[in-house]
């Protein structure tokens, strides 16, 4: 009943502007200097405040909902980066949007970044898309299409929760990824796991040498940070320096010096 009543909920949220978007930081690791946010979907529910995304996405995905969401969240996020290059002109930022598999293989969404990167003059590979490596599974072959149009449009492609899925070597070389993002288990380990430990140097390596850039999700603790930094680790993201915060914050956050 509560699963219902979630769904019937939700089916008015966009139209009672109850969806909004959130903004997770991302450091630049050497500097301390902000380098860009992913931005997060969130729905500020009237009764039961602030819903997380794991309880309402899949809602959403089986009630297909989440085609005309994840539009939303695409044009909202494109919006205020845009707004945000206005205000700090010059300054490298970019930000990256999560998409669902659904969304991910919908008809219209090459045409709509496509569309947003050239009507808002975004910059080449700053407006990036994150997906997850499941998305590669069973339809490689369709999914490399996409991943190539959406390139083509001028987005930046991230694989989201690397080391947590398909791990093959193979797309990584063969498709035009820009980003891997390193799954938080793995961060949470770095202190305790020298095997870990280890396993993210690899990452790390590797992606330098196919000229990647590199993301460590889910950065708690200083002793974390350190270690990242003695592997050379170029961007994080996690609470050790922000939580998600609203587009207010994050403005204000842009403003501040490193």
């Known amino acids: 009943m509560d699963r219902m009543d979630l769904e019937i909920d939700l089916r008015h949220a966009m139209e009672r502007r109850e969806l909004v978007l959130y903004y997770q930081p991302k450091i630049h690791i050497e500097t301390g200097r902000l380098a860009g946010f992913e931005a997060l979907l969130r729905w500020n529910h009237p009764r039961l405040g602030l819903v997380p995304p794991l309880r309402f996405i899949p809602i959403a995905e089986e009630a297909g909902l989440i085609i005309p969401i994840g539009a939303w969240a695409l044009d909202t996020a494109a919006r205020q980066f845009a707004a945000w290059r206005a205000m700090a002109p010059g300054r490298p930022l970019d930000i990256s949007v999560n998409l669902s598999v659904k969304q991910f293989f919908d008809r ?99 992606a330098r040498n196919l000229k990647l850039d590199v993301v460590a999700e889910g950065v708690e603790t200083e002793a974390q940070l350190e270690c990242l930094r003695r592997l050379e680790c170029p961007h994080v993201q996690g609470y050790y320096y922000s939580k998600p915060v609203d587009a207010k914050l994050a403005t204000e956050m842009l403003q501040r010096p490193a």
């Open 108 to 206: 219209d969404l090459v045409e709509q970044v496509g569309r947003l990167v050239k009507e808002l003059e975004l910059p080449a590979g700053t407006f990036g898309l994150e997906v997850t490596e499941t998305v590669l599974i069973g339809e490689m072959q369709k999914a490399a299409d996409v991943l190539r149009r959406l390139h083509a449009a001028g987005a930046g492609l991230l694989i989201d929760d690397f080391g947590t899925g398909y791990s093959s070597l193979n797309y990584l070389a063969s498709l035009p990824f820009d980003s891997l993002k390193i799954d938080r288990t793995f961060i949470a380990r770095l202190e305790q796991d020298e095997s870990c430990t280890e396993v993210v140097r690899a990452v790390i390596s590797l």
